[in-house]
């Protein structure tokens, strides 16, 4: 008796967590969900498309991931993989890499970092649209378009030189 009050208490538990989770946030969790591919990476001057730009974006279950490749300049190259957690929450959403490598050079010399591109984590608030869901960084710099077939990620103030970058998405995942 004590075991199946024990199993009760966990499932109403359960119940009301996922209660908290409103219709919105639901819809925009499953619209962000799956794998992503890179289509092209405009730098704000020149568009680059595979193979020169290579990369995949994942966010499942409440896990990120992302691994890009570009080899705009083949002496310099530059590898990123990163992982780390994301959710939704109020209209929010929120994602961090926790766990980041970078390396760039060449075959004969390369350079390993392991700092994250950015500090903490990033925030940005979704707005639903005729295609999908918008979200927002809430310092202005950075949106994402989320369509049922792609992503569209713009940031003006990329990476350590804050240069405008915008990387286009297709899905490869239902």
Same mark, same amino acid.
């Given at each position: 008796?004590?075991?199946?009050?024990? &199993?009760?208490?966990?499932?109403?538990?359960?119940? !009301?967590?996922?209660?908290?989770? =409103?219709? @919105? /946030?639901?819809?925009? #969790?499953?619209?962000?969900?799956?794998?992503?591919?890179?289509?092209?990476?405009?730098?704000?001057?020149?568009?680059?498309?595979?193979?020169?730009?290579?990369?995949?974006?994942?966010?499942?279950?409440?896990?990120?991931?992302?691994?890009?490749?570009?080899? &705009?300049?083949?002496?310099?190259?530059?590898?990123? !993989?990163?992982?780390?957690?994301? =959710?939704? @929450? /109020?209209?929010?959403? #929120?994602?961090?890499?926790?766990?980041?490598?970078?390396?760039?050079?060449?075959?004969?010399?390369?350079?390993?970092?392991?700092?994250?591109?950015?500090?903490?984590?990033?925030?940005?608030?979704?707005?639903?649209?005729?295609?999908?869901?918008?979200?927002?960084?809430?310092?202005?710099?950075?949106?994402?378009? !989320?369509?049922?077939?792609?992503?569209?990620?713009? /940031?003006?103030?990329?990476?350590?030189?804050?240069?405008?970058?915008?990387?286009?998405?297709?899905?490869?995942?239902?």
């Amino acid at each position: 008796m004590k075991n199946l009050l024990f &199993v009760l208490l966990a499932y109403t538990g359960l119940s !009301i967590c996922q209660a908290q989770h =409103s219709d @919105s /946030d639901r819809k925009a #969790t499953q619209l962000l969900s799956g794998i992503y591919e890179v289509v092209s990476w405009h730098d704000g001057t020149t568009l680059h498309v595979p193979p020169t730009v290579v990369g995949r974006w994942s966010f499942i279950e409440g896990k990120v991931m992302c691994i890009i490749h570009n080899r &705009v300049n083949p002496d310099e190259s530059k590898s990123a !993989i990163g992982w780390g957690y994301g =959710s939704i @929450s /109020d209209g929010i959403f #929120t994602y961090a890499y926790p766990e980041f490598i970078t390396t760039k050079g060449s075959k004969e010399a390369s350079i390993i970092d392991q700092s994250s591109p950015f500090e903490g984590e990033r925030k940005y608030k979704i707005t639903f649209t005729s295609y999908g869901i918008l979200m927002k960084s809430f310092e202005g710099t950075q949106t994402w378009e !989320i369509h049922k077939d792609k992503m569209v990620y713009t /940031d003006h103030e990329w990476g350590p030189d804050k240069k405008y970058a915008q990387r286009t998405w297709k899905r490869i995942t239902e």
